[in-house]
């Protein structure tokens, strides 16, 4: 992180822009918005080298795929981030949030606590719900064979038995079963193998098969999961931060959400939300500062020109330092590095892409 804070500032004293070798490959790290507006549209292939780790760990999820795959995902996956789904999903954030306020509630007046604990779980727990039943469903099984998972490692060579014994050793519930048939009705071949056995242990074990058979199911439910909730996690915990840090901002947001709710507990909507325009300042300000996803890779193919003069030649790596981004004094000005959530209230930004937590253009983020 130091590295990259400290190519973000030296990007910041040459105009946005600077470079520097990993072994043979040239790399450019970026913090001038005129310039990850051209390049994040022009650019939509990730750098292969940087993210094998990440495409090791998470395979081709549509955040790390291809272009051609991950066109064809983002498609798919698009629909269900509409407002309007996403406000019919009210209910769970809701539900969720009350649980980590309990939760929390129990730590007041102790001193000191690490938070990041209860706001993983949290944020993890949301979106499970969230994704689509399946995915949540999906999880419930896996979660709720860890159980299972103990008894299976003193028999590692059942392999892939073993995530057999796993799920049906620990969970034949209802959800799961139904689960797996809507999966089942996807994937006939692996229809075929069960109904020759159908009992609903043997339905519920395919589904974990299913998980390390089917990539694509995979890729899918651990994006969700890693971009998801790692995220918001991190926005969280460091707005919580920020609030305790800055306690007369703290009395403002607790001043707007008195204004709002008053005393009463009822269930938060989505209308109340728009009303909260001093806490969204407040979330973008801790977004800005500490964005969860400091830097995005791009690579280039073809020679690309700058608005700046500056032309990017083909196979460069391209990193738009978002960290740098935040703090690029010619755009935030001079105290570019406080905490200042007024600025969000300001009326729009001088340029779009300087402030790009979720990145910027068509392969942002989807959540
Ligand atoms: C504060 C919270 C979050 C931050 C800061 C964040 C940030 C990002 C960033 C920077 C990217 C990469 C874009 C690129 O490489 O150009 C991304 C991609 C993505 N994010 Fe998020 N994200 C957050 C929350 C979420 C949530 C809650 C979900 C879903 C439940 C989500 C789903 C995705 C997906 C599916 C992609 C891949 C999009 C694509 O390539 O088409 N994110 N996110």
């Known amino acids: 992180m130091q ?43 990730k750098d292969e080298f940087l993210i094998k780790y990440m495409r090791t760990a998470i395979g081709n999820g549509s955040i790390f795929a291809p272009v051609n795959i991950w066109h064809l995902r983002r498609k798919i996956n698009a629909p269900f981030f509409s407002r309007k789904n996403l406000d019919q999903l009210m209910p769970v954030f809701d539900a969720k949030s009350s649980i980590m306020a309990d939760l929390l509630r129990t730590e007041a007046g102790g001193g000191d606590f690490p938070i ?21 469903h999906f999880i ?44 089942l009705s996807r994937y006939p071949a692996v229809q075929d193998k069960v109904y020759q056995d159908d009992t609903s242990a043997t339905a519920v074990s395919y589904t974990a098969v299913l998980l390390f058979r089917y990539p694509d199911v995979q890729d899918k439910l651990l994006v969700f999961m890693v971009a998801g909730s790692d995220t918001s996690a991190t926005a969280v915990s460091y707005t919580a931060v920020l609030l305790f840090r800055y306690p007369d901002v703290q009395d403002k947001v607790y001043q707007e959400i008195q204004e709002v709710f008053g005393e009463s507990d009822r269930a938060v909507t989505a209308e109340d939300l728009l009303k909260l325009t001093y806490l969204e300042a407040v979330i973008k300000e801790s977004l800005r500062l500490y964005p969860p996803v400091p830097i995005v890779v791009r690579e280039v193919h073809e020679d690309i020109l700058l608005p700046s003069g500056t032309t990017l030649v083909d196979e460069t790596t391209v990193m738009f330092n978002i960290w740098g981004t935040h703090r690029n004094p010619a755009y935030w000005g001079p105290d570019a590095e406080e905490f200042r959530p007024e600025r969000f209230l300001q009326g729009p930004l001088p340029h779009p892409a300087m402030f790009v937590p979720f990145s910027y253009s068509v392969r942002n983020c989807l959540g």
């Open 140 to 183: 419930d099984v896996v979660i709720q064979s860890s159980g299972g998972l103990e008894k299976g490692y003193s028999n590692m060579e059942l392999r892939e038995e073993l995530l057999v014994f796993m799920v049906a050793g620990s969970d034949t519930s209802a959800t799961a079963v139904s689960y797996t048939a809507v999966l």
């Open 3 to 45: 590295a990259l804070q400290n190519l973000g500032r030296t990007s910041n004293e040459h105009d946005g822009l600077t470079s520097f070798w990993v072994a043979n490959r040239l790399l450019v790290s970026m913090t001038d918005p005129k310039a990850i507006e051209v390049v994040s549209k022009a650019c939509l292939d």
């Open 116 to 136: 990041w604990r209860y706001v993983t779980t949290f944020t993890f727990d949301t979106v499970c719900e969230n994704s689509n039943n399946e995915l949540s």
